[in-house]
């Protein structure tokens, strides 16, 4: 594979400023400049996929640069470190979630129940 810029943020569904803005962060290399052209290989695109991927679990581009650098063989114990303290911010957005769900539940409930008065979702909102 032997691709211009645009064409490995496209295999990404990326734009190119987000390909620059990872290489400014060191998560992906800037190759050299062949013929006046930077030229990407199968490598770059397996690796911002993975960049993609992670970003999509949730991680932290500090954490992506973390796992980048981790030896997949060698440091696993790093690497479930890392999912686990993922796995524990999910839970707390899940329980936040819940509760909000929860309360507005409540309030649409309580809106149902009459048509007198100020509706209690408003009014919850307002003040």
Request: net charge positive; aromatic share 4%.
């Amino acid at each position: 594979m032997n691709m211009t810029i645009s064409a490995l943020a496209r295999s990404a569904g990326v734009n190119v400023e987000t390909v620059r803005y990872y290489q400014r962060r060191g998560l992906l290399d800037t190759p050299e400049r062949g013929a006046g052209i930077r030229r990407y290989g199968e490598g770059d695109a397996r690796r911002l996929a993975f960049i993609r991927s992670a970003q999509g679990a949730g991680f932290t581009l500090e954490q992506i640069g973390e796992l980048l650098r981790l030896d997949a063989g060698q440091d696993r114990a790093r690497a479930r470190e890392l999912a686990a303290e993922r796995i524990a911010a999910l839970d707390r957005k899940i329980a936040e979630l819940q509760a909000a769900r929860g309360a507005l539940e409540r309030l649409a409930r309580q809106c149902h129940a009459s048509e007198e008065g100020p509706c209690p979702i408003i009014s919850a909102f307002e003040g």
